[in-house]
């Protein structure tokens, strides 16, 4: 795993490695910890370098993270909302934001994943 924390999150939400999307939302995630300021312009910051990184068009990169992103949210929309702080369907920033602000630490599984809710975002706790 490149990010367990990421990773395990999606996977609660119901999104596998089988959605190309699962891969640029944890690169995504990645890169707004790295720099958070690439939120403020999802489309000119972070769709181009994934595109790059991953050899796809920036609407190729758009949609597979959206699609993504929407399959969490029919399976969990609690838990979306819950991550991106916000009601309704969600928008890509505050997803990623959300997924990069979870502590970068192992969560072990006993008995099934714990609730999204229980883990404390960096910065907050």
């Known amino acids: 795993m490149v990010c367990p924390n990421i990773e395990n999150a ?11 999307g699962y891969h640029y939302l944890v690169e995504g995630a990645l890169l707004a910890r790295e720099d958070p300021a690439a939120l403020e312009l ?11 990184r991953n050899h796809i068009s ?3 990169v758009d949609r597979a ?3 993504a992103m929407m399959v969490c949210y029919r399976n969990c ?9 916000q009601k309704g369907e969600p928008r890509i920033a505050p997803f990623l934001e959300g997924l990069s602000q979870l502590p970068d630490l192992e969560i072990p599984l006993v008995k099934g994943p714990p609730p999204l809710e229980t883990l404390v ?4 706790g």
């Open 121 to 124: 975002r960096a910065g907050e």
């Open 10 to 20: 999606l996977r609660r939400m119901g999104l596998t490695g089988c959605y190309a």
């Open 77 to 85: 929309p609690e838990q979306v909302e819950w991550l991106c702080r």
């Open 42 to 52: 999802v489309s000119k910051r972070v769709y181009p370098a994934l595109a790059h």
């Open 65 to 67: 993270m959206r699609t």
């Open 58 to 60: 920036i609407g190729g």
